[in-house]
């Protein structure tokens, strides 16, 4: 039966979820804005997005230290406390605090973002790759709205400060629902006492090649959630209809986020989904930034399709490819930790490149061969294998498929 616990607990990661991106793709819409009257410059705008990105990755292999220490659930509430402080912090009219805000909002993503796999496989081991489908989609409704209803706010609430703190309202609200709400441990869900060891996990190719396909697919959706509505507005947009594509194109994220894991299991393994993805990913840039504007609504929403099943596939497989919640959370720990610090140069780069006068067909066409590159780890990524430490050793398994 699904138990109440099992309901709450989804709900509960769907409100987390929603809170997750907006931190990041809020700024974006405004960025141009924050040129005008922040005085930013092309390489601070860079250093403005990349900053959140670093240190989610950053962040990230603190979480099973954490989790460890105080338990997953209470380290879920710690994140989500220094979620709220950061996005209060980022809009208050003190020097240096939007960069000190937004990296602190970038630390509580990245716990957060780090505990969830680990506790969604805990709690409903059989599902565990559906339901990060389901976490996925909301991630990516959580971004849509960052995007969207950035401008709309600053509208609104009469400033882009205003704006940008207003999100940690949705925050709070999420901190207050799980304190009271969150699951605590069942005796069958404690860890083996059985300790892998970050170590033993980094001498596992496995692990770098999944490590190196979330790095990649993640610094190109930091680079959208950064600098695209930047980029269309070189292409002739105004601000709002900038905005709103990338709304578009977030919103297209929740189909395929969801649908993605179930596609996966069609197939003997996750390479076909995932080099479809990267595919549909390649043609929604070449259609924004390259092809004519007339383009932009089927571009803006293969973008999405591509995009959402890509990080969805990439969740996916910190859960697909461990045996056990405990090596899920050190293997999440480890791959979004290093996966994520290497998507923090992305943003950075796109910033240095406009800088030095690169025009936005050089990037589209930059980004397209960081695609090419990331479906060769996307190949060896997605091969049906598993880390096990039943033997008191680690090692990889391959899966035989069940009709």
């Known amino acids: 039966m699904a138990s109440r616990r099992s309901i709450t607990f989804i709900l509960l990661m769907v409100v987390v979820g929603l809170n997750l991106r907006p931190a990041l793709s809020s700024v974006a819409p405004l960025l141009a804005r924050l040129q005008e009257t922040a005085g930013l410059s092309a390489t601070a705008a860079g250093l403005l997005t990349t900053l959140p990105v670093l240190f989610l990755g950053l962040a990230a292999p603190l979480a099973p230290m954490l989790a460890k220490r105080i338990g997953s659930e209470r380290a879920l509430s710690a994140a989500l406390i220094l979620l709220t402080a950061g996005l209060i912090l980022r809009g208050l009219p003190l020097p240096g605090v939007l960069f000190i805000g937004s990296a602190m909002a970038g630390c509580a993503i990245g716990i957060a973002g780090t505990l969830l796999p680990a506790l969604v496989k805990r709690e409903l081991p059989d599902s565990a790759d559906l339901l990060t489908g389901l976490y996925t989609m909301a991630l990516c409704l959580g971004g849509a709205l960052g995007a969207g209803l950035s ?32 699951p605590r441990p069942s005796a069958s869900a404690s860890p083996s006492p059985i300790n892998s060891g970050i170590l033993k ?67 003997h393994d996750q390479r076909p989904a995932l080099v479809v993805t990267l595919l549909s990913t390649a043609i929604g840039i070449w259609m924004l930034l390259i092809a004519p504007l007339a383009w932009k609504w089927l571009g803006a929403a293969l973008l999405g399709i591509g995009q959402g099943g890509s990080f969805s596939l990439a969740l996916s497989l910190l859960v697909l490819r461990t045996a056990n919640s405990r090596l899920a959370g050190q293997l999440s720990g480890l791959v979004q930790g290093g996966g994520y610090t290497l998507a ?55 899966v035989a498929r069940t009709k």
């Open 151 to 182: 401008v709309p706010l600053t509208q609104l609430l009469g400033s882009w400060q205003a704006s940008l703190m207003s999100w940690s309202l949705l925050a709070l609200f999420a901190l207050l629902l799980w304190h009271f709400n969150m």
């Open 201 to 267: 996990l980094l001498n596992q190719p496995l692990t770098w090649h999944i490590m190196l396909y979330m790095g990649l697919q993640s610094s190109l959706a930091y680079i959208v959630f950064g600098w695209l509505p930047t980029l269309l507005v070189y292409r002739g947009y105004n601000e709002a209809d900038a905005g709103w594509t990338m709304a578009v194109s977030i919103m297209c994220q929740l189909v395929a986020a969801l649908a993605a894991p179930w596609l996966a299991r069609l197939g």
């Open 344 to 398: 923090a140069l992305g943003p950075f780069g796109v910033g240095v490149l406009l800088q030095t006068g690169a025009s936005t067909e050089n990037i589209a066409w930059l980004l397209m061969g960081l695609i090419a590159v990331c479906s060769g780890f996307a190949l060896l990524a997605g091969r049906n294998h598993r880390l096990e430490d039943h033997s008191g050793k680690l090692l990889v398994h391959r």
